[in-house]
């Protein structure tokens, strides 16, 4: 199966400022990536589909670049709703698997 | 709108049975593909089945094969997740999903319930 690597495990970030989240796959995924967001106590969110494409709703301040094997999700300007866990998922294989997620916290 | 609400979850032994159910509203079930997705606690994401429209196609992760049965009733806009000699690894909050799915398999989740909670534990 393929393995998704995320880093780092925790960014500490300022609100206002960019954030810059990595995923990494061991084999190339082409731009078959989706990444999520997750609140405490919640259910994961869907923010970008096929490596660059926003969901329905999802901010501009959410953006998602990359292909084959490296990914990365910025965040411009965080706002107080944007601390949460983000999860990568790569649907180029079964079974799609994720990473074990970034936390960005609060500065 | 779209809202998945799942139940069936709790505590059983090692051993036990348990199935879940997933409650679909607000779009027509019967053109989506579906999935469980489980979380253990602390831990990440792991795709546990999914089943496609008309139950054609059905996967699961290896870790479960032979263990759960995942099926649903389009009528009724449900859909279920049979799990059988659980142990304490199955343990987790399990999530239903919508998926958007092409060529037979689901591609991305783009929506979640709430989740269902499985503890396995004597």
């Known amino acids: 199966e393929i393995v998704m690597t995320q880093s780092p495990a925790t960014l500490s970030v300022s609100p206002g400022e960019r954030a810059t989240l990595s995923c990494r796959a061991s084999q190339s995924v082409s731009s078959n990536l989706a990444w999520y967001q997750q609140k405490p106590g919640q259910a994961p969110r869907l923010l970008i589909h096929d490596a660059s494409t926003r969901a329905t709703g999802v901010p501009a301040r959410f953006s998602g670049s990359g292909s084959g094997t490296e990914f990365t999700l910025t965040i411009t300007s965080l706002q107080s709703e944007d601390f949460a866990v983000y999860y990568c998922?790569?649907?180029?294989?079964?079974?799609?698997?994720f990473g074990r997620g970034t936390e960005v916290e609060i500065k | 709108q779209v809202q998945l609400v799942e139940s069936g979850g709790g505590l059983v032994e090692p051993g036990g049975s348990l199935r879940l159910s997933c409650a679909a509203s607000?779009?027509?079930?019967?053109?989506?593909?579906m999935t469980w997705i489980r979380q253990a606690p602390g831990k990440g994401l792991e795709c546990v089945s999914y089943i496609s429209t008309f139950s054609t196609y059905t996967s699961s992760a290896d870790s479960v094969k032979g263990r759960f049965t995942i099926s649903r009733d389009n009528a009724g806009n449900s859909l279920y997740l049979q799990m059988n000699s659980l142990s304490a690894e199955d343990s987790a909050v399990y999530y239903c999903a919508r998926a958007v799915a092409g060529s037979s398999v689901p591609y991305y989740f783009d929506y979640w319930g709430q989740g269902t909670l499985v503890t396995v534990s004597s």
């Open positions: 998922q790569q649907f180029e294989s079964w079974p799609r698997t």
């Open positions: 607000g779009f027509s079930f019967s053109d989506y593909y």
